[in-house]
């Protein structure tokens, strides 16, 4: 069921069950982070293999100490400045914190949500909230309650329905490589820049991995639509594939010569906010035209077409 009702959702969460909350990045599936039965109900649901581990979300800087022995003088940083928001940091764990919940590892990922009705129900618990996005494994995040609705509906007791998400990519993960230095995990909705503003000098990003379960959730192919996906110069990709029937995703302008209905251009303005917001959308209407292929370009390397083009690359990974 699809609704507003906090009390029927902390109620539920209470009850150990699960409930799609909305936050600014994407919609979660959420469970009570403390309880094992609903952290293995959260990987049944999305059928999520157990080395990919969770984010655990609270409502304040303050109870993070709850989940987290200590946070490093650089983290403390970019949680000062840029919590509630699109930022995850990794931090070393709470021993009440289930091991399913880091797939073992001795980190943690935590997040405190910029989205009112996230926070007033994580306000409203007792106990923080485990939520990686809620959509089926590999596929693409849900950006509105209706995307959950649709794919974990009979799933889910309960959808929060907090409108449309704001920022539209899932959030930046920062936490501190084997040297001790700051580095991005994945990108996301804080870009880069922001970060390395805050922090006073560059920081390292770590590669994806297409089998590696050592990096957990880092996986290549990711984000993915069901229908092929292909990159590169999109006048060249319809020129080459005219015998197909082709959905186009693009930045600013369309390709001449495929009908308007068969295109999405993501911001005409060429705006990277309205970009990232719309993507998954725009990923998932193509995708349920059936197209044989849909065909993509990248965005400018910078700012969120960072994170736009990661998870553009990994949806045409194979
Ligand atoms: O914006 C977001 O972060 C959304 C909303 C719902 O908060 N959540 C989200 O969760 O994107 P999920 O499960 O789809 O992605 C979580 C990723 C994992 O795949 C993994 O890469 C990383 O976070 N992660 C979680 N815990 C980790 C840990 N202990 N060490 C390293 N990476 C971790
Ligand atoms: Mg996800």
């Excluded at 998400?165 to 922001?194: H, N, Q």
């Excluded at 917001?277 to 400018?300: G, K, N, W």
């Amino acid at each position: 069921m699809i609704g507003t009702d906090f009390s029927q959702a902390a109620e539920l969460l209470r009850a150990e069950q699960l409930v799609a909350i909305p936050t600014e990045t994407v919609y979660g599936l959420a469970g009570n982070a403390f309880s094992e039965q609903a952290v293995t109900d959260i990987f049944r649901v999305k059928n999520r293999p157990y080395f990919d581990p969770l984010i655990v979300h609270t409502s304040s800087v303050d109870r993070l100490t709850e989940l987290v022995e200590n946070i490093p003088p650089a983290l403390q940083l970019l949680a000062d400045a840029l919590m509630p928001g699109p930022l995850t940091l990794l931090l070393p764990k709470r021993a009440q914190i289930p091991d399913l919940v880091t797939a073992g590892l001795p980190q943690v990922a935590v997040r405190i949500p910029k989205h009112p009705m996230a926070l007033q129900l994580l306000e409203m618990l007792e106990f923080p909230l485990a939520a990686p996005s809620a959509n089926p494994f590999g596929y693409i995040s849900p950006t509105n309650a209706e995307h959950v609705a649709r794919q974990l509906g009979e799933k889910v007791p309960y959808i929060l329905d907090g409108g449309p998400c704001t920022v539209g990519l899932e959030s930046t993960i920062v936490g501190l490589d084997e040297e001790g230095e700051v580095t991005i995990f994945r990108k996301g909705g804080i870009p880069i820049e922001r970060i390395e503003e805050i922090i006073g000098g560059k920081v390292r990003t770590i590669a994806h991995s297409s089998s590696n379960p050592a990096a957990p959730g880092m996986l290549k192919s990711h984000y993915a639509p069901r229908v092929p996906l292909m990159l590169g110069n999109l006048n060249a990709l319809a020129q080459q594939h005219r015998d197909k029937n082709i959905g186009v995703l693009s930045f600013q302008e369309r390709v001449p010569g495929i009908p308007d209905n068969n295109q999405i251009v993501l911001s005409p303005a060429g705006d990277f906010g309205e970009a990232a917001r719309r993507l998954f959308a725009a990923m998932r209407v193509l995708d349920e035209m059936h197209f044989d292929l849909i065909i993509a370009e990248l965005l400018p390397d910078q700012d969120l077409g960072r994170a736009v083009n990661d998870r553009l690359r990994r949806a045409a990974a194979v």
